[in-house]
């Protein structure tokens, strides 16, 4: 029995009835890959067409017809192989994996089992953590293979009948198998965000889980802390960070409520129901020898060569890591700012757009807390995707340079950035048009502010003359003061003016 190298920190551990427990993860990716074609044909792979619009006669697995490599595909996956810092196989070949489905019309699937393209790999992946200090750790890789997609079984459409659409037949995936490295349901998410962040940054898989375009089946098992690896049981399919982390927290009580009363892990497959928040059982699980492998005798294998990896390496892009780092050396922000404005490639776009437009120079620190604060806050809740926001890079970065002239207060700006969010598509608003047409501009002149000040001393005497015994006493008085102004007054100066009327 193998027994991993690695033990969870005790904080990690699952109380039982008699003992602790320690949850063992591995993970298998499945990536569609970023082709305009299938695998082994010239099908379209568009998502949302109308079902069995995109299926050529090799999709539909009709007689006589044989499959052609699509050799972006190979170029893609050697480029994701390299962004996994993996070995690149310069000999690999394709099998045929059988097993018998309605939506797997050839009764096989085509895969790659004893020599896949890409071999052993480490990713680092950084787990969340409630105080925000999580602690790295490596991920192996245990190899990367190609494999064609199956079409889908439709169950909806009557309450006697399937239906089978046949569009995702034949689509490239790459299945991107970890080795049992996890040991908490924090770092299973992270990992999959991890090899998302990799493959988008990539462009080999534009990591769209809603649509199925990248998605994970959870190996989940349980074992006394530092034993041998108890039986697995594989979550299929599960297609968010939030649903793989509630998945693995109820497989693995499940396994130990089962253990603990006597009973016996039966390795299979289940589906998380993540309406009741539940694994159930799907099927029994199948090894290797239930798919009789044996190579696909329509395909010759795959050989590349050294110079074919090194031009692919090349041209690879800067990836999370490495920009992550950048962000920290250029821009001069925290190492935690910079993971999050990297860990997607879309965000790391916009933040650089933000810093690196624009007349003005803008504060790199305050540019990144107004992008993880308030826009991603905004568009959580909205549910919005950050290439659908209403506010871009060039709106924010408009919010920035009013602030930083102090044409508007901070406070102010948070105000004129829901205008705009709310108003987005619809009205396109910049942040000086909001500003202009409210009139919220920041009253700077000294003058005013000290009408302000003196009028609200005069107000307030009793509370004045116990300033002197009670400086905080000053919060209340700047509060009056920029409730007098409508909120525009200049704090700084309203702080300045009051300190030296108040003698403090």
Known sequence: MFTAKRVADKKDWLSGRDHDWEIILGLEIHAQVASNSKLFSGAATEFGAEPNTQVSLVDAAMPGMLPVVNAFCIEQAVRTGLGLNAQINLYSRFDRKNYFYPDLPQGYQISQFEFPIVGEGEIEITPESKNGDGEPCIVGIERLHLEQDAGKSIHDLSPDETY??????????????????????????????????????????????????????????VRKPGGELGTRCEIKNVNSMRFIRQAINYEARRQIDILEAGGEIHQETRLFDNKKGETRSMRSKEDAHDYRYFPDPDLLPIKITDKYIDDIRADMPELPDARAARFVEQYGIPAYDAAILTDDKAKGDFYERLVSTGAKSRDAKIAANWMMGDLFGALNKASIDLDDSPVNSDGLGGLLDLIGDKT????????????????????????????????????????????????????????????????RLIGFFVGQVMKASGGKANPQAVNEILRKKLGL
Not at 164 to 190: F, Q, W
Request: glycine content about 10%.
């Open 164 to 221: 089978v659409d046949l569009n995702r037949s034949g689509v490239c995936l790459m299945e991107i198998v970890s080795k049992p490295d996890m040991r908490t349901p924090e770092e299973a998410s992270a990992y999959v965000e991890k090899i998302r962040g990799i493959v988008r940054a990539l462009g080999t898989c534009d990591g769209d889980m809603e649509k199925g375009n990248l998605r994970a089946d959870v190996n989940v098992s």
């Open 408 to 471: 508007i207060s901070g406070k102010i700006a948070k105000d004129v950035f829901e205008k705009m969010f709310e108003g987005g598509a619809k009205t396109k608003e910049s942040a000086g048009e909001i500003v202009e047409r409210d009139g919220l501009k920041q009253v700077t002149d000294t003058g005013a502010i000290e009408k302000m000040v003196q009028d609200v001393i005069d107000a307030n005497a009793d509370q004045a003359a116990k300033v002197a015994d009670n400086p």
